[in-house]
Structure formats: structure tokens, C-alpha cells
């Protein structure tokens, strides 16, 4: 990776920044950036991380071969409209935008590009995203590793097909809203059986940082992991047994299922809106 000029100055791309920064993956000084019209934004990122920035885009494009789309996407249009003289097909444009297809951009691009389309969640922030990307034919074996290097500065980076990648906003992009909605649970549990919040949110973290480990580095399965912990007419035993009684378990299954239907309605809904199939 030479030099990557990222088009959006948000929270995912102040993440890749920081994480190419801490990896040691490229220097500061070929890290580029730009946005719509938020000068304080760009000031923030350059005075924090020591970037550079820009409203040229000759100078942004200029020597770049990542070139990495993280603005929002109902902005892609006009966006992509704007800086489509500067692309090139030996440049890998990397996108976050959700919802929006690979060929959707070339269609905004109106040329053909090669692109890693990419899922990653608001976990990129600490180091710890669980990312999923997809690549068309044009990426080359060097850009598939250089995508791969620059979401593991994020945290965990998987690639699939695009088709899959409405199943896995649903899974894991939507993902830590789930876990922090069964921590809000655990919290106001603990409230009712008499702990203090400051101390059973530590046990809580800690918990479920403790758990998420052993299914990480055990051999054995969810489900076999729980069952060991979970004596006959033991506390677990009683705790589960409400669970089930709720169906807590179908409730998350449904949860997901409906999260990737939105993702996939959305992503319909935003081509449309994009004017995808107006004449180039």
C-alpha cells in the first residue's frame, strides 16, 4: 500500500486511521482524506493522527492506490459523480457504504473498477470489528492482500461472497447493538437483585469477554460449553430454563432474520434512489 486517499472524514474512517497508524501498515504522511465541506472535521484528524488532508483532488488522487469510499451512502452519488474523473482501474476501491453493490458503483463510477465491498461494525473503533468483504474479478492477488491487511488493523477480517453480505449486516454489523441490549438486560437485573450498577457492569464485561473467549479458543461447541455449566437443578439450570420458557433463543434467530431482510430492502431501496439504471 502506497497511499490511500479516503473520501469521508466519519467514525469508520477515523477508525482505519488510527488502525493503520497503531499497525504500522503506512505513514502518516501518505494517509489522505477529504469531505464534503466540514473543515473542523478534517482539522481533528489531522491534528490527532497527523494526516494529511485536502479539498484538491488531484492532490488527494494523486499517487493513491486505495482509494476508499466512507462517506454516507445516500451521499454516494453526488460523491462519486464528483471524483469519478479521478478513478482508475489500477487503483482498488475499497467501500463501506452499506447497501450499495459493487456494480452500483461502477454504474456511478461509469467505468469499471476494481472493488472490495466491505461490512465492517461499530467494534472497528476499539480495534475488534468483525468485518466481512467482497471482491469482484478485477482485484488482483495484491490488492486481495492489501484489503485483508487493512481491516485486521479493525480487528477480524473474513471474505465472502457479496450476496452474503445482507446475512451478515444482520448478523454482525447490526451485532454489537444486540450485545449491548442484552447488557442493558444483565444491568437492570442486577439492579432488581440488589447490586450496585458500577460493579455488576464490570462483572457483566468481564463475563461475557470471559465466555466469548472460551468459545473462541475451546474446541468444543456453544452448546456443549453450556451444557457443562449448567448442573441439574443447579442456578444455570433455573436461569435457562426461564430463557427457553421465553424463547429467548428463536427471539435472537428472528432478530437476525429480520435484520438482513432490512439490510437487502434497504440496499433495493437505495439503488432506486441512486437513479442506478439512469443513462450514463
Known sequence: MKKIAIVGAGSMAEAIISGLLENQIMDRKNIWVTNNANKERLKHLEERYGICSTYELNTLFDGADIVMLAMKPKDADRAIDYIHEHLSDDMLIVSVLAGISMSTIETLARKPLSIARSMPNTSAAVGKSATAIAVNERVTTEQLENIRKLFETVGLAKFVEEEQLDAVTGLSGSGPAYIYYLIEAMENSADEIGLEKHIAQELIVQTLIGAAEMVKNSS?????????????????????????????QQAFISCIKAATAQSKKMGKALSSELNVGKPM
Open 220 to 248: 468444543k461447541s456453544p452448546e456443549q460449553l453450556r451444557r457443562e455449566v449448567t448442573s441439574p437443578g443447579g442456578t444455570t439450570e433455573a436461569g435457562i430454563r426461564v430463557l427457553e420458557e421465553y424463547g429467548v
